[in-house]
């Protein structure tokens, strides 16, 4: 017997039933064994389905899905290790509307599962949440600690303001924002600066 009945009859049901679309890929153990009792009870009598063929379908099932759930279980493992960093992202709609920026940059607050797909929560710096796919990551930046810097508090330093003007003063603390360190530096005239790590020029 042909032992592609059950993909072609997969295809068959696809094409008439909007409500039951599933991709071969897709069938559960019940919708295989389902189509597989259709295919037994209308063999051919004279050349019934061989013991090596109905083995290997059962295989096939059984390899698809534990490939599925090691995906599956791949990409939780990613999502779960993105947790507080800071990402660059494709952003959603942006390939069909030249008015929408086309990346999102910000701080990963959650997972979400949707339709069987995994993706995460991206926080931007104006707090707009965008759900993003893993595949659309384009880039992690690494994970600033904060006891990194934290030799720095009550020392003098010299860096570039957001304006790109240098400044001077001791520092008196760290902050986080968007999962960035921000050192404070106060001023010689009492009013504190926040800067980036990347930006101090001078420390002492």
């Known amino acids: 017997?042909?032992?592609?009945?059950?993909?072609?009859?997969?295809?068959?049901g696809s094409s008439q039933s909007t409500a039951t679309k599933k991709s071969q890929?897709?069938?559960?153990?019940?919708d295989f064994l389902q189509l597989l009792s259709v295919q037994l009870a209308n063999q051919n009598?004279?050349?019934?389905?061989?013991d090596s063929e109905y083995y290997a379908q059962i295989a096939q099932?059984?390899?698809?899905?534990?490939?599925?759930?090691l995906n599956k279980q791949?990409?939780?493992?990613?999502?779960?290790s993105l947790m507080g960093k800071t990402?660059?992202?494709?952003?959603?709609g942006s390939?069909?509307?030249?008015?929408?920026?086309?990346?999102v940059t910000g701080t990963v607050t959650r997972m979400i599962s949707k339709d069987g797909q995994y993706k995460i929560?991206?926080?931007?710096?104006?707090?707009?949440?965008?759900e993003v796919g893993l595949s659309s990551i384009q880039s992690v930046e690494p994970t600033q600690n904060l006891a990194d810097y934290a030799n720095l508090v009550g020392k003098q330093v010299t860096a570039f303001d957001p304006n790109g003007s240098t400044l001077s003063g001791e520092v008196s603390g760290l902050t986080r924002a968007s999962g960035k360190i921000q050192i404070q530096v106060k001023k010689s005239d009492g009013t504190t600066a926040s800067v980036s790590p990347s930006d101090l020029i001078k420390v002492g």
């Open 25 to 30: 890929s897709e069938l559960n153990t019940q």
């Open 45 to 50: 009598p004279l050349e019934p389905m061989k």
């Open 121 to 130: 929560a991206v926080q931007e710096a104006n707090g707009n949440v965008v």
């Open 87 to 92: 990402v660059t992202a494709t952003r959603p």
């Open 1 to 12: 017997m042909n032992t592609t009945l059950i993909n072609n009859s997969i295809k068959l």
């Open 74 to 80: 791949a990409d939780v493992q990613q999502a779960q």
């Open 95 to 103: 390939a069909i509307d030249p008015t929408v920026t086309p990346t």
């Open 61 to 69: 099932l059984g390899t698809t899905q534990g490939i599925d759930r």
